[in-house]
């Protein structure tokens, strides 16, 4: 009897300790963890199925945020368009009253213009040979004449009105107009031949155009 225990127990010995017994029990292992991380997924699945359903209020929340945010875009920009409009508005606003300042004199100018001329032509009129000292008042009064003539254009350059004369210059229709065009002899065709009226500028602005004669080819 005791021979035939000794007998049973090496027998469970030997199959428990079976090469294939131990060769099976890592696929075993293995089946068995693949069982469970599949269980942890499936759960982390429903949760995040979960998270990404939103209730009724959480989605009229995000409707009126996304609504929120547009408008307020809309605003922004409106915003920015006003500022832009009303610092356009304001450097125009500026840069006509800075014309004004300057352009402002331009009729009392033109007005002032004709009495340079009447001067002009009272001096040029006056014959040089009778000035002399045997004929004193026209000497005094020619001298005052030029003096008067050259403090005009005094005031005239100080206010920024200047003269134009432009003889032997090159025919610019912005500051001449050109009253007839001739050919001459030794002169450039195109080139101004012979100012009958001079013209003024005020602040780079023509004021009035010098009246010429312009040469052409022959």
Request: charged content about 30%; overall charge neutral.
């Amino acid at each position: 009897m005791a021979s035939w225990c000794v007998r049973v127990v090496r027998q469970s010995y030997s199959v428990v300790a079976s090469p294939v017994v131990l060769r099976a029990s890592p696929r075993l292992l293995c089946t068995a963890a693949q069982k469970k991380s599949n269980g942890q997924n499936s759960e982390e699945d429903q949760s995040v199925a979960q998270k990404t359903e939103h209730s009724p209020g959480e989605t009229a929340w995000t409707e009126e945020k996304t609504k929120l945010e547009e408008q307020l875009k809309e605003m922004t920009d409106k915003y920015k368009r006003a500022l832009a409009d009303t610092e356009n508005l304001r450097q125009r606003s500026q840069k006509l009253v800075e014309e004004a300042k300057l352009y402002g004199i331009q009729g009392f100018c033109k007005d002032l213009l004709e009495v340079a001329d009447v001067l002009e032509k009272a001096t040029e009129s006056v014959p040089k040979e009778e000035i002399s000292p045997q004929n004193p008042h026209l000497k005094n009064l020619y001298e005052g004449l030029v003096l008067t003539e050259v403090q005009i254009h005094k005031v005239f350059t100080k206010h920024g009105l200047i003269k134009l004369n432009p003889t032997g210059a090159k025919f610019d229709p912005y500051e001449h107009e050109a009253l007839f065009h001739s050919p001459v002899e030794g002169k450039e065709p195109g080139t101004v031949a012979l100012v009958t009226k001079v013209g003024y500028k005020l602040h780079g602005r023509t004021l009035r155009p010098a009246l010429v004669g312009v040469v052409k080819a022959p």
